[in-house]
């Protein structure tokens, strides 16, 4: 029954997380989605199928929400994107399972010690348009030899940590990039962005959930139940 839960757990956690700063108007309420591709490696491409196309999610101040389908269960990911504390939810109506899974900054930065390490980041000069914001080309590298580019725009400022922790020299909002979580390899494209009611978010375990680690669930997801 959780054949899929650790797969979605990971595709789920892939998209909720990213890093905004020094912009123009300040947004600190809504929902931002965007599309994402992916370059697998011949060992991922069997999951391809179970990686998200989107990325939505609903943020209010530091805290953010992702929900996604993933075979059975709904995956929930809520973010304290300054602090790095999370809460993973599980519900599996068919099996009437619910798991909570608490999460830490140490456990995010245990699972990103093995991601590339972004540097040098250069302004090009060049301009795009990205919907109606004006965005501006970046180069940067990784510590592993590998190249990259990204536009980010100073129209808006996000909750700092809302998409990811990986831009930190970078001035404005990335509106396409390329990151890493967890070995996988994928570049998001800004789709749209409200300005709206969302929230308030907690951390706090709903009522009926019975709390597990990672490794348990991982291990119960090996198991085949």
């Known amino acids: 029954m959780l054949k899929s839960i650790k797969t979605g757990v990971l595709a789920a956690i892939l998209v909720s997380t990213a ?5 123009q108007k300040k947004i600190t309420e809504g929902t931002i989605v965007y599309d994402l591709e992916y370059s697998l490696t011949p060992e991922q491409q069997p999951m391809a199928a ?34 790095l504390n999370s809460l993973v939810l599980i519900d599996v109506p068919v099996a009437q399972l619910q798991f909570a899974v608490k999460g830490t900054k140490a456990d995010y930065e245990l699972e990103k010690a093995n991601d590339p390490k972004f540097s040098d980041f250069k302004a090009t000069g060049e301009k795009k348009k990205f919907l109606t914001y004006d965005a501006e080309k970046y180069t940067y590298k990784d510590d592993k030899g ?35 979580n967890r070995g996988v390899k994928s570049t998001a494209t800004l789709k749209s962005l409200t ?14 959930y019975e709390v597990k680690t990672m490794d348990e669930i991982k291990a119960m997801q090996g198991g085949g139940q």
């Open 19 to 23: 890093i905004f700063a020094h912009a």
């Open 50 to 83: 179970m990686f998200p196309t989107e990325s939505k999610i609903k943020f209010n101040g530091n805290m953010s929400r992702m929900e996604m389908q993933q075979g059975p269960a709904t995956i929930t990911v809520l973010v304290n994107v300054a602090e």
């Open 146 to 180: 590998g190249t990259y580019e990204l536009w980010a725009t100073t129209d808006i400022e996000l909750p700092a940590g809302l998409v990811g922790r990986d831009f930190v020299g970078i001035k404005g909002t990335p509106v396409k990039f390329t990151s890493f």
């Open 195 to 208: 300005e709206e009611k969302a929230g308030p978010f907690s951390l706090e375990v709903p009522k009926g």
